[in-house]
């Protein structure tokens, strides 16, 4: 079965320190991921996309994410954190032909002073 | 350029009673998709319409039933609440399948549905 695992449900991280959320995923063949944040009471903005081509993608926000076949991973990555980025971080995956995404439990990240 | 909306933004309903939300879609998306997401959880697909047809479908009851118009936008309907319905329901739109971008949905800021 299709599954995505956020390893991490709670990170806590100092502003201006990096940072790396977690995303594994278990499909049979290569899918599309992606990237959401979620602030509280908010729906879901999308921060990247990763399909085919170079494994480091650009986002917005400062964000990037690699893609790693080997380890069936997707990690999202900033190197300086503010205080704006506390928010819930989902992990999604789909399927070309088969539009429905299959989300992670998500990561909660609280940034202090 | 309007994102995608939803209306209402939050409700509160009875168990039995029935509700229905709405969606429209982003301009330029004619393909609307509902997830479901309780608290402290990730979305969880429901259902997606194309061309006013229900094309995919998750696991959820009978119950939980769509509907798509000429225009786009959508219908969610929940029948004969449960507690257990009470969450975020989102609504995503995304380009016509082969369409350039519709593997990526755009989400709107969602309904948040209590049921006591």
């Known amino acids: 079965a299709q599954s995505v695992t956020q390893p991490d449900i709670h990170i806590t991280v100092s502003e201006g320190a990096s940072l790396e959320l977690r995303c594994n995923y278990s499909y049979g063949a290569t899918p599309y991921l992606f990237w959401y944040v979620q602030s509280p009471g908010q729906g879901l903005q999308l921060l990247l996309k990763?399909?085919?081509?170079?494994?480091l993608v650009q986002g917005i926000k400062g964000f990037e994410a690699e893609f790693k076949r080997s380890q069936s991973s997707f990690n999202l990555r900033k190197p300086s954190v503010h205080w704006s980025d506390a928010a819930e971080y989902f992990c999604a995956v789909g399927l070309l032909g088969n539009e429905k995404l299959t989300f992670g439990t998500g990561t909660r990240l609280t940034i202090i002073p | 350029d309007a994102g995608v909306t939803q209306s209402p933004t939050h409700l509160i309903k009875t168990r039995g009673q029935q509700v229905t939300l709405r969606c429209s879609p982003k301009?330029?998306?004619?393909?609307v998709s509902w997830y479901q997401q309780a608290l402290g959880q990730g979305p969880q697909f429901i259902f997606q319409?194309?061309?006013?047809?229900?094309?995919q479908r998750g696991n959820f009851p009978d119950r939980f039933s769509g509907h798509q118009f000429p225009n786009y936008s959508s219908e969610l309907n929940v029948n004969a609440l449960l507690l257990g319905d009470s969450a975020l329901y989102l609504c995503?739109?995304?380009?016509?399948?082969?369409?350039?971008?519709?593997?990526?949905?755009?989400f709107g800021p969602g309904t948040r549905l209590l049921v006591l």
């Open positions: 995503a739109s995304s380009p016509g399948l082969s369409r350039e971008g519709s593997e990526t949905q755009y």
């Open positions: 990763y399909f085919s081509g170079d494994t």
């Open positions: 319409y194309y061309e006013e047809e229900e094309r």
């Open positions: 301009s330029g998306h004619d393909t």
